[in-house]
């Protein structure tokens, strides 16, 4: 691959050539220092190591992995939850690269089956059910609306946009994006452009049933196409990798556990022209480092990098200060619960949505028809709804997961419970909070800022990718800044 800006590189082939190929020849060795060891730093630390670069990765936490998290304690043996990332789109090309990069086996994630389980309105019934009656869950809709499922109403709402988005260049989808950015989702159903507009209840009834009712503020495009579109497309498939999704970050270490320093936070970044220094405290021992570079990547969430002292102040742009201090970071919050028995096997259960404060839960789609006990996903929320745990204590959680378990599942959860962990991304220090969504207008306020070098600091992330909210957004950056700083002079 001939050198070009990394502006006009294109998404997925020529990141598919870095990542089989390496970076092209380029300029003089460079020292390189990366904050964190989420994957969007071990990508650039991997892809600029092997162009003969020296990095160092700095990690806060004591492990690798980010956002991309499996728990295995203090759960049976084999059982495990993913705390963070826990399904990855087919469709997710540098993810898929990868996978096959690294030998790791995969496994379908059970994404959507009719034997998912509704809970809305105080009514249960079956995904197949209400798909063949969409009107067994009795919202009391306006007469149009009637007789139609929450996904066909939301697509007679979207698709004038979506047929528009889709027919266009990459050009012309940015100005698609730009030019529909002031809405947000829930103004966009009700105040619809371009197709029928939606009625309150019809807006509920989806929110609801796909899962977006806590983003009801969020950027109607970022919603779209970043979390609606992926996930509830039914041509979209689904894997997970066999034995935890942590197996993708891991199989990074043996290329670069010697550049990896954990338990380093960093607190100061200074840059000059002619390179940076950054300052870290062990949140252990309170030991402090300084390591100096000639550039370095920020691949931490800009909600983590508000607490650093970055010295000059203005060596980084007023542009980059109003995307650093304003871009949302969305809380979520996952409750895994270990029963005696997959009791949900034998009910013939798939997974559950709700309009309950557990929201959404789900089956394990590993370990099918294993004896012996069980792990499920027994509530995942976000935004909003994910704000209700927030003030409770473990005990609390417990209480009240189980209470909306047994409205679906009925007493055996109670009779079949082991052991609960519940994770709040938004109390995490390492990331405060779990992915990114745009407000209205923050992709025409300063889009093009988040991603853009600052002198010698360049930036990466899901954050700063255009997939938010999935791995491979980390991964696309991390790529990305390995061919920036790879052109760059010394």
């Not at 067994?136 to 007469?143: G, I, T």
């Not at 894997?239 to 100061?268: A, T, W």
């Not at 378990?405 to 994770?423: D, E, R, S």
Request: include cysteine; charge should be negative; hydrophobic fraction near 40%.
């Amino acid at each position: 691959m001939s050198m070009k800006n990394f502006a006009d590189l294109t998404y997925p082939d020529d990141m598919i050539t870095i990542i089989r190929d390496g970076l092209p020849p380029a300029g003089p060795p460079k020292t390189v220092i990366i904050a964190g060891a989420g994957m969007a730093g071990l990508v650039s630390a991997s892809l600029l190591k092997r162009a003969g670069h020296h990095v160092i990765v700095l990690e806060a936490n004591d492990r690798p992995g980010g956002k991309v998290f499996t728990l295995r304690e203090p759960f049976a043996c084999n059982n495990y939850i993913e705390l963070g990332a826990m399904r990855i789109p087919s469709t997710h090309s540098l993810v898929v690269e990868y996978v096959k990069r690294f030998g790791l086996q995969v496994n379908q994630f059970n994404n959507s089956t009719p034997q998912d389980l509704i809970y809305v309105n105080n009514i249960l019934t079956t995904r197949q059910y209400y798909e063949q009656y969409p009107d067994v869950l009795k919202f009391p809709l306006e007469e149009w609306e009637k007789g139609q499922t929450a996904s066909e109403l939301f697509l007679s709402a979207v698709q004038p946009f979506l047929d528009l988005y889709n027919n266009s260049s990459p050009q012309e989808q940015e100005e698609l994006k730009e030019q529909f950015a002031n809405y947000s989702m829930g103004d966009y159903l009700r105040y619809n452009p371009l197709g029928p507009s939606l009625s309150p209840v019809a807006i509920r009834m989806i929110m609801v049933l796909l899962g977006i009712e806590g983003f009801p503020e969020f950027s109607f495009v970022d919603i779209l196409t970043d979390i609606i579109y992926p996930i509830f497309n039914a041509d979209t498939q689904f894997f997970e990798i066999c034995g935890g999704n942590d197996q993708l970050p891991m199989s990074f270490l043996p290329e670069l556990h010697q550049d990896i320093r954990y338990n380093h936070k960093v607190e100061r970044i200074t840059q000059t022209s002619t390179g940076v220094s950054i300052e870290t405290r062990n949140p252990r021992t309170n030991e402090r480092q300084c390591f100096t570079s000639d550039y370095s990547i920020i691949a931490m969430p800009f909600t983590v990098f508000q607490f650093i002292d970055v010295q000059p102040y203005q060596s980084i742009s007023f542009k980059k200060w109003k995307a650093i201090r304003s871009l949302p970071s969305v809380p979520a919050v996952k409750i895994g619960i270990e029963f005696k028995h997959r009791f949900w096997e034998k009910m013939n259960a798939g997974n559950a949505i709700t309009d309950l404060s557990a929201m959404f839960s789900y089956v394990p789609s590993h370990n099918e028809g294993c004896p012996g006990p069980g792990v499920l996903l027994a509530s995942y929320s976000w935004g909003q709804n994910a704000l209700l745990w927030t003030s409770l204590t473990e005990s609390d959680f417990v209480f009240y997961v189980l209470k909306d378990l047994a409205k679906i599942y009925g007493p055996v959860v109670y009779q079949q419970y082991l052991q609960a962990y519940a994770f709040d991304w938004a109390q995490n220090p390492y990331s405060a909070g779990c992915f990114t969504l745009f407000t209205p207008h923050q992709i025409n306020y300063f889009g093009d800022a988040i991603s853009t070098p600052e002198g010698r600091l360049h930036f990466a992330g899901e954050h700063t990718s255009s997939f938010h909210g999935w791995v491979e957004g980390a991964i696309e950056s991390g790529v990305r800044v390995a061919y920036e700083i790879n052109a760059r002079g010394k």
